[in-house]
């Protein structure tokens, strides 16, 4: 089992930066990939990025140059850095982690973050 909490929503001015943080616990050794999806009212669940035990990284392309995954592995912690800010981008953002254990894929997801772009 993992547990994530995440921490760093908010109401942001468009152009403005926030940043996410998501705490992993638990049977962290198991985890293979992390990452954030976000999900908008009305519309369906999106993945934003996702980043590696071996360190690699993807995301979305509407999100490209504008947001950054990293990860603090001393502190089994990831962040979302989010530059350039949107109205498109409000929704209620979402970390997971997936977990690979004697050949079973799961995933685990956090209890959501509002981030709220408006001015």
């Known amino acids: 089992q993992v547990q994530l909490v995440e921490s760093g929503g908010g109401l942001v001015q468009p152009g403005g930066s926030l940043r996410l943080s998501c705490a992993a616990s638990?049977?962290?050794?198991?985890?293979?990939?992390m990452g954030w999806s976000r999900q908008a009212p009305g519309e369906q669940r999106e993945l934003v990025t996702t980043?590696?035990?071996?360190?690699?990284?993807n995301y979305a392309d509407s999100v490209k140059g504008r947001f950054t995954i990293s990860r603090d592995k001393a502190k089994n912690t990831v962040y979302l850095q989010m530059n350039s800010l949107k109205p498109e981008d409000t929704a209620v953002y979402y970390c997971?982690?997936?977990?690979?254990?004697?050949?079973?894929?799961?995933?685990?997801w956090g209890q959501g973050t509002q981030v709220t772009v408006s001015s």
């Open positions: 980043i590696t035990t071996s360190g690699g990284i």
């Open positions: 638990g049977s962290i050794f198991s985890i293979n990939t």
């Open positions: 997971f982690a997936e977990t690979l254990t004697m050949g079973n894929i799961f995933h685990y």
